[in-house]
């Protein structure tokens, strides 16, 4: 194949109906640009940029697989992170799940944001109210919310700083799905569960061995092992540790249209994903959907 022919896709991309600053019709515009086939708008406990992206999608001729990023846990590693590809995404029940869960995010981000306010004062700072907090996101809320507020303000000149600065020392823990009843729920909704950026579970080889082992043996499905957190040998490392343990492999930029080096259909060192990788979690959507 020349690389003329050559096809790329991103399965991991954030809207502002989370924490993205790019609607989905502007995302689905910023991939038909870079010549992408296929992309995922996989957004944190929201669906709701899924059918703008579709329908801005189908105009393009950019095919948009409906996808979720969930807040999950297995024993004691927390915020690990789901992706449910393929998902039936306006089944009901679920969708009260995922209101559930935007809801503890709007109570945990009004504490976090009384911190954040307690320790603004204290450097003689105004305050930042919540509406304007909320006017980032047309759907769920996060801590980069308030870290776009408090770049705003001129408080930091960086979403970095705001979290090393505030929103790490001003924290308040989430409610994290069980990883097991997660995955249930994707493949409940016809759906594929691919395990994120798996290299934010741990540095240590053996560890994440380990663990992707017995998240494997539960029924996870895949691993995305090209993501723009792991580093070509990590890259290497997962896509080997997947082809062992019989789980498909993903790929994505996790673009959030902030934050340094971040790139729509690219990760880490200007990377691409291949077309290729759609084929397994084609065939599983379908299976999962007969
Ligand atoms: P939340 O779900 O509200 O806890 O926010 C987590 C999100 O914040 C992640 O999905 C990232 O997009 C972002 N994030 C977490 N840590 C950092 C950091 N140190 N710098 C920039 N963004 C971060
Ligand atoms: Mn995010
Ligand atoms: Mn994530
Ligand atoms: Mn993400």
Redesign the pocket.
């Known amino acids: 194949m020349t690389t003329k022919n050559r096809q790329y896709i991103d399965l991991?991309i954030?809207s502002n109906c989370s924490d993205g600053t790019f609607s989905p019709a502007e995302l689905v515009e910023q991939a038909k640009a870079e010549c992408l086939v296929t992309i995922a708008i996989?957004d944190?406990d929201s669906v709701a940029g899924i059918p703008e992206a579709w329908s801005a999608g189908m105009e393009r001729d950019i095919e948009v697989i409906p996808a979720v990023?969930l807040s999950v846990q297995y024993k004691t590693w927390e915020d690990v992170?789901l992706?449910g590809y393929g998902i039936n995404f306006t089944e009901s029940r679920f969708c009260e799940r995922l209101n559930g869960f935007r809801e503890q995010r709007e109570r945990r981000n009004i504490e976090i944001l009384q911190m954040v306010n307690n320790k603004l004062a204290d450097e003689m700072r105004t305050e930042i109210d919540l509406s304007e907090v909320l006017t980032f996101s047309r759907d769920a809320i996060g801590r980069p919310h308030i870290a776009r507020a408090l770049l705003e303000r001129g408080y930091v000149d960086t979403v970095e700083e705001a979290f090393r600065r505030y929103l790490v020392p001003c924290n308040v823990p989430k409610y994290y799905w069980p990883i097991d009843d997660a995955i249930c729920e994707i493949q409940r909704l016809g759906g594929v569960a691919v395990l994120?950026?798996p290299t934010t579970i741990s540095d240590d080889r053996q560890e994440l061995h380990l663990v992707i082992r017995e998240l494997a043996a539960m029924g996870l499905d895949g691993i995305e092992a090209f993501n723009n957190l792991a580093l070509p040998n990590d890259m290497e490392y997962l896509r080997r540790l997947a082809e062992e343990l019989g789980l498909l492999v993903t790929g994505?930029s996790?673009f959030?249209g902030i934050g340094e080096g971040q790139k729509i259909g690219r990760g880490r060192g200007g990377m691409r994903f291949s077309a290729n990788l759609l084929a397994p979690l084609r065939k599983l959507i379908s299976q999962r959907n007969v």
């Open positions: 991991h954030h996989a944190h990023e992170h992706l994120a950026h994505g996790d959030h």
